[in-house]
């Protein structure tokens, strides 16, 4: 009897422990970063996808865009949502391919970790040289597609041709900061209209809160 008891409690605590998780999962789907794919108390993950022919109006053909990926679903990158003073793990993954033109500002990383970014193996920019992936502070212009860089935060990720990249940088205080893509991947005789100039394409806000 005792040992049947045991399990009955057992299991009432299990059911409790599950129910409790799930309603605390149901209750993070927000934009509240501190509740969102958290991986602990002090760090946030942030993963953008660029995917390519998505159709511009106001380019009248179709245009690379970053989404934030969040919860399964991609969503506008116009505004992205960040956590103050969190260390934040960045993935970008980059279905578009390049060249562009990146000016010597923004050739190297910057605002990370050690300076670097990691490529991961047999994204483009790296086949050539076998390696299971490696961690860069440049990367050649021929194999960029596109840069996440946030002036206001000092922060420049280089975005390689079809590839998988991850960094990772601290937020600071709470406030709002604009990013842009530095290469130019829009319309028009410079390649700074069309995407280069839209929010929620190849610029926008990041809010960090
Ligand atoms: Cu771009």
């Known amino acids: 009897m005792e040992k049947l008891e045991t399990i009955f409690y057992t299991a ?17 789907v927000s934009h509240a970063p501190a509740q969102n794919s958290a991986t602990s108390s002090n760090s946030y993950n942030l993963t953008l996808v660029i ?21 399964g679903q991609l969503t506008s990158s116009a505004q992205i949502y960040l956590p103050s003073s969190t260390l934040i793990h960045l993935t970008i993954i980059n279905y578009d391919s390049g060249p562009g033109n990146v000016p010597s500002t923004y050739a190297n990383v910057m605002g990370t970790t050690n300076g670097t970014e990691f490529i991961m193996n047999d994204s483009a920019v790296n086949m050539s040289s076998g390696s299971e992936g490696q961690w860069v502070s440049t990367v050649p212009s021929a194999d960029l597609a596109h840069t996440f860089t946030v002036p206001g935060m000092n922060l420049n990720i280089l975005v390689p041709s079809q590839s998988i990249t991850e960094a990772t940088f601290h937020t600071g205080s709470s406030g709002m900061f604009q990013w842009q893509c530095e290469i130019d991947c829009g319309t028009g005789t410079s390649g700074w209209s069309g995407a280069m100039t839209t929010p929620g394409w190849m610029m926008g806000q990041i809010v960090v809160q």
């Open 12 to 28: 009432i605590i299990g059911i409790i422990v599950v129910f409790g998780a799930g309603m605390y999962m149901t209750g993070s």
């Open 51 to 71: 995917t390519t022919n998505n159709y511009l109006a106001s380019a009248n053909h179709s245009q690379p865009a970053y989404y934030v990926l969040e919860n």
